[in-house]
């Protein structure tokens, strides 16, 4: 009996040990950008805050079939869109904002067009300084610009 009571103490005390990883990183503001029909890429923005530092490593959204941390940037005269190698950096309490012409998740191969003042489900996966890895699940609005929180 008592191996049991002890079986169910620690797996409770996981069940409370997970959320409090994931309370270090704080996601505001998001929103989606709108696509139509036939479109096969949108972005997601965001301003994202970990407590303690981490990383974004990956995301997903049931309504792409991939999902990426992607970074714009200007190289000469040429706006260039490419993939974050490795997660984005997100230094210990400063706001990384994602927005569009810089960093940005990336939701490509759409499986349907995402019209304004719907919500998508996104979830961002992110990776501590000791390398633990942890998830934040978002309702995300599907807005044709900015949402501001007031």
């Not at 996981?14 to 704080?26: G, L, R, S, W, Y």
């Not at 993939?83 to 210990?92: I, Q, S």
């Not at 706001?95 to 998740?105: A, D, I, M, Q, W």
Request: charged share 25%; no cysteine; glycine share 8%.
């Amino acid at each position: 009996m008592k191996l049991k009571t002890i079986i169910a103490a620690a797996a409770l005390a996981t069940t409370f040990i997970a959320p409090a990883i994931a309370q270090t990183v704080e996601v505001k503001d998001a929103w989606v950008r709108t696509s139509v029909q036939g479109q096969k890429a949108t972005g997601a923005f965001m301003k994202i805050t970990a407590k303690d530092g981490a990383k974004l490593v990956s995301g997903s959204s049931p309504v792409a079939g991939v999902t990426e941390i992607h970074e714009m940037k200007m190289e000469g005269d040429v706006m260039k869109m490419r993939a974050v190698e490795g997660g984005l950096d997100l230094p210990a309490g400063k706001t990384v904002e994602l927005k569009p012409g810089g960093y940005h998740v990336m939701l490509m191969d759409l499986k349907a067009a995402l019209p304004k003042d719907s919500t998508i489900p996104l979830t961002l996966v992110f990776k501590d300084a000791k390398g633990a890895e942890s998830k934040v699940e978002l309702k995300v609005p599907v807005a044709t610009a900015p949402m501001h929180s007031h």
